[in-house]
Protein backbone atom coordinates (compact mmCIF):
# COMPACT_ATOMS: atom_id res chain seq x y z
CA UNK A 1 0.00 0.00 0.00
CA UNK A 2 1.35 3.40 -0.89
CA UNK A 3 1.35 6.07 1.47
CA UNK A 4 -0.90 8.65 0.05
CA UNK A 5 0.26 12.42 0.30
CA UNK A 6 -2.66 15.29 0.38
CA UNK A 7 -0.30 17.83 -1.38
CA UNK A 8 -1.09 15.48 -4.68
CA UNK A 9 -3.89 16.36 -4.31
CA UNK A 10 -3.85 19.66 -3.64
CA UNK A 11 -1.97 20.13 -7.11
CA UNK A 12 -3.90 17.78 -9.24
CA UNK A 13 -4.16 19.05 -12.45
CA UNK A 14 -7.78 20.86 -13.50
CA UNK A 15 -10.39 18.81 -15.72
CA UNK A 16 -9.94 21.32 -18.82
CA UNK A 17 -6.14 20.76 -18.66
CA UNK A 18 -7.12 17.07 -18.81
CA UNK A 19 -8.99 17.66 -21.25
CA UNK A 20 -6.81 19.27 -23.15
CA UNK A 21 -3.67 16.63 -22.51
CA UNK A 22 -6.10 14.05 -24.10
CA UNK A 23 -7.03 15.77 -27.13
CA UNK A 24 -3.22 17.24 -27.65
CA UNK A 25 -2.06 13.48 -27.10
CA UNK A 26 -4.27 12.33 -29.68
CA UNK A 27 -3.22 14.81 -32.16
CA UNK A 28 0.46 13.56 -31.70
CA UNK A 29 -0.29 9.88 -31.77
CA UNK A 30 -2.43 10.19 -35.10
CA UNK A 31 0.69 12.07 -36.48
CA UNK A 32 3.29 9.56 -35.45
CA UNK A 33 1.07 7.03 -37.22
CA UNK A 34 0.73 9.07 -40.15
CA UNK A 35 4.70 9.96 -40.24
CA UNK A 36 5.28 5.90 -39.66
CA UNK A 37 2.83 4.96 -42.90
CA UNK A 38 4.34 7.80 -44.70
CA UNK A 39 7.65 6.61 -44.12
CA UNK A 40 6.99 2.64 -44.91
CA UNK A 41 4.98 3.87 -48.17
CA UNK A 42 8.17 5.62 -49.31
CA UNK A 43 10.61 2.47 -48.09
CA UNK A 44 8.03 -0.08 -49.97
CA UNK A 45 8.07 2.20 -53.04
CA UNK A 46 11.34 2.32 -53.00
CA UNK A 47 12.29 -1.35 -52.38
CA UNK A 48 9.60 -2.37 -54.56
CA UNK A 49 9.00 0.07 -57.27
CA UNK A 50 5.68 -0.14 -57.19
CA UNK A 51 2.24 1.63 -54.23
CA UNK A 52 1.10 -0.39 -51.91
CA UNK A 53 -2.60 -1.50 -52.75
CA UNK A 54 -5.07 -3.55 -50.92
CA UNK A 55 -6.43 -5.91 -54.22
CA UNK A 56 -9.47 -8.39 -52.47
CA UNK A 57 -11.11 -8.36 -49.34
CA UNK A 58 -9.18 -11.30 -47.41
CA UNK A 59 -6.44 -8.68 -47.89
CA UNK A 60 -8.71 -6.00 -47.01
CA UNK A 61 -9.34 -7.14 -43.58
CA UNK A 62 -6.09 -8.32 -42.80
CA UNK A 63 -4.62 -5.04 -43.72
CA UNK A 64 -6.87 -3.24 -41.15
CA UNK A 65 -6.15 -5.74 -38.38
CA UNK A 66 -2.59 -4.86 -38.78
CA UNK A 67 -2.98 -0.83 -39.08
CA UNK A 68 -4.92 -1.66 -36.08
CA UNK A 69 -2.60 -3.38 -34.33
CA UNK A 70 0.43 -0.64 -35.25
CA UNK A 71 -1.95 2.39 -33.85
CA UNK A 72 -2.32 0.34 -30.71
CA UNK A 73 1.28 -0.59 -30.22
CA UNK A 74 2.36 3.07 -30.90
CA UNK A 75 -0.18 4.25 -28.70
CA UNK A 76 0.84 2.23 -25.79
CA UNK A 77 4.95 3.13 -26.73
CA UNK A 78 4.11 6.69 -27.14
CA UNK A 79 2.78 6.98 -23.28
CA UNK A 80 4.75 4.39 -21.77
CA UNK A 81 8.28 5.56 -22.80
CA UNK A 82 6.97 9.74 -22.76
CA UNK A 83 5.51 9.04 -19.06
CA UNK A 84 8.51 6.28 -17.75
CA UNK A 85 11.12 8.43 -19.03
CA UNK A 86 10.36 12.08 -18.86
CA UNK A 87 7.11 12.05 -16.26
CA UNK A 88 4.99 13.65 -18.85
CA UNK A 89 3.97 13.49 -22.62
CA UNK A 90 4.35 16.26 -25.27
CA UNK A 91 0.62 17.57 -24.57
CA UNK A 92 1.46 17.48 -20.54
CA UNK A 93 4.76 19.64 -21.49
CA UNK A 94 2.51 22.04 -23.10
CA UNK A 95 0.18 22.77 -20.24
CA UNK A 96 3.00 22.47 -17.52
CA UNK A 97 1.30 19.03 -16.07
CA UNK A 98 3.49 15.77 -15.13
CA UNK A 99 2.27 12.10 -14.15
CA UNK A 100 3.97 11.06 -10.64
CA UNK A 101 3.01 8.41 -7.97
CA UNK A 102 0.52 9.28 -5.56
CA UNK A 103 3.20 8.93 -2.53
CA UNK A 104 5.27 11.93 -4.30
CA UNK A 105 8.00 9.82 -6.31
CA UNK A 106 8.25 9.17 -9.64
CA UNK A 107 5.89 6.37 -10.76
CA UNK A 108 7.25 2.80 -11.18
CA UNK A 109 7.68 0.95 -14.64
CA UNK A 110 4.70 -0.78 -13.25
CA UNK A 111 2.10 2.01 -12.72
CA UNK A 112 3.12 3.39 -16.05
CA UNK A 113 1.89 -0.08 -17.33
CA UNK A 114 -1.35 0.06 -15.79
CA UNK A 115 -1.76 3.58 -16.65
CA UNK A 116 -1.38 2.83 -20.43
CA UNK A 117 -3.11 -0.21 -20.48
CA UNK A 118 -5.96 0.97 -18.70
CA UNK A 119 -6.83 4.00 -21.08
CA UNK A 120 -7.75 0.83 -23.34
CA UNK A 121 -11.14 0.38 -21.06
CA UNK A 122 -14.17 1.80 -23.28
CA UNK A 123 -15.48 5.69 -21.57
CA UNK A 124 -11.66 5.66 -19.79
CA UNK A 125 -10.94 9.17 -21.29
CA UNK A 126 -14.57 10.58 -19.60
CA UNK A 127 -13.63 9.05 -16.49
CA UNK A 128 -11.39 12.10 -15.53
CA UNK A 129 -14.37 14.04 -15.41
CA UNK A 130 -15.28 12.91 -12.30
CA UNK A 131 -12.61 12.78 -9.00
CA UNK A 132 -9.74 11.19 -10.69
CA UNK A 133 -9.10 9.19 -13.88
CA UNK A 134 -9.67 5.59 -13.83
CA UNK A 135 -6.13 5.43 -15.26
CA UNK A 136 -5.34 7.29 -12.66
CA UNK A 137 -7.21 5.03 -9.81
CA UNK A 138 -6.09 1.89 -10.98
CA UNK A 139 -1.89 2.58 -11.10
CA UNK A 140 -2.24 5.12 -8.25
CA UNK A 141 -0.85 8.01 -9.77
CA UNK A 142 -1.92 10.98 -10.84
CA UNK A 143 -1.41 14.34 -12.98
CA UNK A 144 -0.72 17.29 -11.45
CA UNK A 145 0.47 21.21 -11.88
CA UNK A 146 4.40 20.54 -12.07
CA UNK A 147 5.51 24.05 -11.22
CA UNK A 148 2.83 24.70 -8.17
CA UNK A 149 3.81 20.75 -6.40
CA UNK A 150 7.50 21.58 -7.12
CA UNK A 151 7.45 25.18 -5.22
CA UNK A 152 4.99 23.91 -2.36
CA UNK A 153 7.27 20.72 -1.68
CA UNK A 154 10.71 22.90 -1.60
CA UNK A 155 8.55 25.23 0.84
CA UNK A 156 7.92 22.41 2.97
CA UNK A 157 11.89 20.93 2.75
CA UNK A 158 13.25 24.58 3.54
CA UNK A 159 10.43 24.70 6.68
CA UNK A 160 11.50 21.68 8.04
CA UNK A 161 15.20 22.37 7.64
CA UNK A 162 14.85 25.63 9.90
CA UNK A 163 16.57 25.18 12.78
CA UNK A 164 18.79 21.99 11.58
CA UNK A 165 21.98 21.96 12.60
CA UNK A 166 24.45 22.90 9.44
CA UNK A 167 28.08 20.84 8.98
CA UNK A 168 30.57 21.84 7.98
Known amino acids: MRKYLQIVDRHK ?4 KRFLNLFLDRLFIQAIYYAFFFIFGI ?12 ENEDQNLTFS ?3 IFIYLALSFCYFFFMEYYLGKTIAKYITGTEVISI ?3 KPTPQQIITRTFSRAVPFDPLSFLGNNGWHDSWSDTRVINGKNYVAEKQLKEEISSIGAKEMA
Request: avoid cysteine; charged fraction near 10%.
Open 65 to 67: LIL
Open 43 to 54: GYSIVYGEGFSV
Open 103 to 105: DGN
Open 13 to 16: ATTG
